[in-house]
């Protein structure tokens, strides 16, 4: 059984950190670019960074660049997001995301390209 479950979510104030992890099981996580995604109340989801299969490639929205870092570690099949100086509009049910990648480099940003997803974290920022 495929699943990613994500953890690290909580409520932090405003200029604080969190390191959100995701947790691959039921599939070859090195073959799979991953992703992070957000959704904020009556918002879509959005990208928010991705990582390619081999990690040696990487992409942010730009909102979120020099904040986030995006990284995996495939010999423990997670992902991990490193989240620093918190704004309260990072506020949003973040969900890691997995596509079969048959390029080590290749990169995705598109949330529809994403067929394996999580159930959720929620991330709170109170300013």
């Known amino acids: 059984q495929v699943q990613l479950v994500e953890s690290g979510g909580g409520l932090v104030q405003a200029g604080g950190s969190l390191k959100l992890s995701c947790a691959a099981s039921g599939l070859t996580f090195s073959n799979y670019g991953m992703g992070w995604f957000r959704q904020a109340p009556g918002g879509e989801r959005e990208f928010v960074a991705v990582?390619?299969?081999?990690?040696?490639?990487?992409n942010y929205t730009g909102s979120v660049k020099d904040r986030f870092t995006i990284s995996r570690d495939n010999a423990k099949n997670t992902m991990y997001l490193q989240m620093n100086s918190l704004k309260p509009e990072d506020t949003a049910v973040y969900y890691c995301a997995a596509r079969r990648s048959f390029i080590t480099t290749y990169i995705d940003r598109k949330t529809q390209s994403y067929n394996i997803w999580g159930q959720g974290t929620q991330v709170t920022v109170s300013s």
């Open positions: 990582i390619s299969r081999s990690g040696g490639t990487t």
